[in-house]
């Protein structure tokens, strides 16, 4: 109970002699510090969306017009035309106020006035600068002269040393394809799944939608365009994510690995205090802005920044019909989970953060704390792996008040999650391969009661130094949190680093209060229930069939002189695989992202096409070398063409997905948008590029490279591929699918996979005189690229 005595500023007894008033001065000092801590946020909070406010100008910028005002009338000139006349004629008359004082705060009003003028000119320029994508679709190295024109101009407009959220206010809302052109797609990207008949069929389907029902759908979906800054994120999170009444776990969170060949210390504890304190520092310069705002690499064109602001202090909450995201402005303390035990851990003291060796300390003191679980405790975590129903009544009936509602609080209030996992894992043993099938399973779902599945991101450390993270997918996409773990890695291991024993560097204060252990008390009905969910959860982990694997006999350095995009190359072998196993086409989802735009998210782009199809036919039934070349570049070129459409705000699926919620909101049915929305992506593929290369030295430091991370397969039938370019020379792979379907088999995927890069780089292979003249060349390739 010390730890509860601390946190309580004075205690008072009553005697005879009157009221005996005991003060703590350690905890008053704690409060005011927080206080302070807390004050400090917020006057930077006000100081940036002052900044941000008024970008792409600058608050100094208000000086310099008001100054240059005041100059042109000294010199008896009237920049205003008569306005400052006009405003001094009306400003309530003061008598202790002289002629030329009123003269000199109407010149000030004026110009305030002209300043915010030029404010939004220049804003509304950006945005209208933003708005253009022709450079997209320009071919490599061959920029027009337009395009030159318009970088040349963002840059001027884009002002100097933009803040994370400087860019929020000039970017373009998203538009709304017209019906004609997203139904068009449609049908071209289903006519190799579909046979004559089949099409004929959708065809018909199609039409009648476009000429009738579609065109009211669209009517109201450009009403909320109009409204809305962006028509599609706020349905795509509430329907597609938080209304899933399924388990989350598998079905949508997803994890990230460590680095691959390296572990920085053996030590659990350690990794854990850099890695928590790397955490904060990163949220430090979240909340100050001072991340630099994402671009798209190598131009000067700003990504929406909005899925930022919910990274931390953020969980979703069960409810019985849909679930609701809830995020926290602050937080200094995160909740640590271990051997069934949940404990509520500070990480700051007397207002300042702690150092990675202090978190180690108290990291430790949580690993030796030999306390035992409450009753029910231990897998009380299966709640949220399970299905959303019965956690929401569970959440509802034994969590809404009393000691289970503050440990539940303490829980999702916190800034993240932590687990402290007994076993060892990463790329180990005998059989390598094996361990990294092992880890991913373990990151994924671990024994499905020791993560909290409900927060942002729980981060798993294991007992031999490695770790991982598992994040919930609703309140934002995989790059976001991936930014977060490239700067953690980097800081954990080339900023702050271990000492020669392994322990994190610094001292330690050892009068730190211990980490405080939540208390529970839950009742045998909450058992059940806890006991029901776990075995649902458990049932869909048993199932999850799991392949990772690091392919390294070539990468994108070999396949960008074939002169072809890394990602159209991939693609191409993901569809070759998939006809080799299954003798088939499928719907194939790859997800690209829409955040040039407002609060923009994701878009699919539809890899299986009539080119691809057309081009995997003929090289499976032996046709010439030179008429495969051809048709694969036709089809890569055709998947580019796809992928930037769907960047540009062009792309198919979201623009269905909007006009079938219409459809339910108003009550009508669509055959059309009904079987569309029903079909199954059997073959959903994800990249996850590196962000922040500036980071790390793949080129001097290999070993230092993140396996990339993964996900669950969507449909039952199918598989998720997640993977990942890691420099010149390494593609990393992470293959799922589940055990019940008879028809899939992560590894022997994973062969095919590996068998259709190598046919595919030898079909491109230039003979030894284009080899010559690619290397002659390979500079000006590097530039383009």
Avoid at 747 to 775: M, N, V, W, Y
Wanted: net charge neutral.
């Amino acid at each position: 109970m010390a730890e509860a005595h601390q946190a309580v500023a004075f205690q008072f007894t009553v005697t005879p002699d009157g009221i005996d008033l005991q003060l703590s001065h350690q905890a008053l000092t704690e409060i005011y510090l927080s206080g302070m801590r807390s004050w400090k946020k917020r006057i930077v909070r006000i100081k940036n969306s002052v900044i941000t406010g008024v970008y792409p100008a600058s608050p100094s910028s208000w000086l310099f017009v008001v100054i240059a005002i005041l100059a042109t009338m000294y010199t008896r000139s009237d920049p205003s035309m008569g306005l400052i006349a006009k405003i001094q004629e009306h400003l309530p008359v003061s008598q202790s106020m002289s002629t030329q004082c009123q003269a000199v705060v109407s010149a000030v009003l004026f110009s305030t006035m002209l300043w915010l003028m030029l404010i939004f000119t220049m804003r509304l320029c950006l945005k209208q600068l933003l708005s253009y994508h022709r450079w997209m679709f320009e071919q490599h190295g061959k920029m027009s002269t337009t395009t030159k024109i318009w970088v040349a101009l963002v840059r001027i407009f884009s002002g100097r040393k933009p803040l994370l959220y400087s860019y929020q206010g000039s970017l373009p809302n998203l538009p709304v394809p017209t019906i004609k052109d997203t139904v068009k797609r449609y049908l071209e990207s289903v006519r190799p799944l579909m046979d004559d008949k089949e099409y004929e069929r959708m065809t018909k389907l199609a039409a009648e939608f476009e000429s009738s029902l579609g065109n009211r759908l669209q009517w109201y979906l450009k009403l909320k365009a109009l409204w809305a800054s962006n028509y599609v994120s706020d349905w795509w999170e509430e329907y597609v994510y938080l209304r899933g009444r399924s388990p989350i776990m598998v079905n949508s969170n997803y994890y990230g690995m460590d680095f691959l060949y390296v572990t920085p210390t053996p030590i659990q504890a350690a990794r854990a205090g850099n890695s928590i304190h790397s955490f904060f520092l990163y949220r430090r310069k979240l909340n100050k802005e001072e991340l630099k705002p994402s671009r798209i690499p190598g131009t000067v064109i700003p990504l929406c920044a909005a899925q930022c602001e919910r990274i931390f202090n953020t969980t979703r909450i069960p409810g019985e019909e849909t679930d609701t995201v809830q995020h926290w402005q602050d937080s200094d303390y995160i909740v640590v989970y271990h051997r069934g035990r949940y404990f509520r851990l500070r990480v700051y003291q007397a207002g300042r953060l702690l150092s990675p060796r202090e978190i180690e300390f108290q990291i430790q003191r949580i690993l030796d704390d030999p306390s035992p679980p409450s009753k029910g405790e231990a897998k009380l975590g299966a709640l949220t792996a399970g299905d959303r129903v019965p956690w929401a009544k569970a959440r509802t009936k034994y969590f809404s008040s009393g000691i289970n509602k503050r440990s539940l609080d303490c829980i999702e209030k916190a800034a993240f999650f932590v687990t402290l996992d007994d076993e060892e894992q990463g790329m180990m043993g005998d059989d390598p391969a094996a361990s990294l099938d092992r880890y991913a399973k373990s990151l994924l779902h671990g024994k499905c009661y020791d993560r909290w599945f409900d927060k942002s991101f729980t981060v798993v450390y294991y007992k031999n130094g490695k770790n991982g993270i598992n994040a919930e997918h609703s309140w934002a996409d995989a790059p976001v949190l991936a930014h977060v773990w490239e700067y953690t890695l980097a800081n954990d291991s080339f900023q702050l680093g271990y000492n020669a024993e392994g322990h994190c560097k610094g001292d330690v204060d050892p009068s730190l209060p211990r980490p405080v252990k939540l208390s529970w008390e839950i009742p045998p009905e909450c058992e059940e229930q806890i006991a029901q969910s776990l075995a649902v959860a458990q049932a869909l982990a048993d199932d999850v069939d799991f392949h990772v694997f690091s392919f390294q006999e070539f990468g994108k350095g070999k396949v960008k002189k074939c002169r072809v995009s890394p990602d159209g190359f991939i693609q191409m072998a993901l569809q070759l695989a998939y006809f080799r196993e299954r003798g088939t086409f499928c719907l194939t989802y790859e997800a690209s992202m829409t955040r040039l735009f407002r609060e923009g998210r994701t878009e699919t782009v539809r890899s299986c096409t009539n080119e691809s199809s057309a081009f995997i036919r003929a090289l499976e039934g032996g046709e010439a070398a030179d008429v495969c070349k051809h048709l694969f570049r036709v089809a890569t070129e055709k998947h580019q063409l796809l992928y930037r459409l769907a960047m540009t705000g062009a792309g198919i699926d979201r623009h269905l997905f909007c006009l079938y919620v219409v459809s339910k909101y108003l009550g009508v049915e669509s055959p059309f948008l009904k079987e569309v929305l029903s079909e199954p992506w059997r073959l959903s593929t994800s990249q996850t590029p590196i962000q922040q290369v500036e980071l790390f030295d793949i080129d001097n430091h290999p070993e230092y490279v993140s396996c990339g991370g993964g996900f669950g397969p969507v449909a039952d039938d199918g598989y998720g591929v997640s993977y990942c370019v890691l420099g010149e020379n390494m593609i990393n792979f992470h293959i799922s699918c589940k055990h019940s379907c008879p028809d899939t088999d992560a590894h022997k995927f994973g062969d095919q996979i590996r068998q259709a890069l190598r046919d595919l780089l030898k079909l491109l292979s230039p003979s030894q005189t284009e080899a010559s003249k690619t290397e002659e060349s390979q500079p000006k390739v590097k530039k383009e690229q």
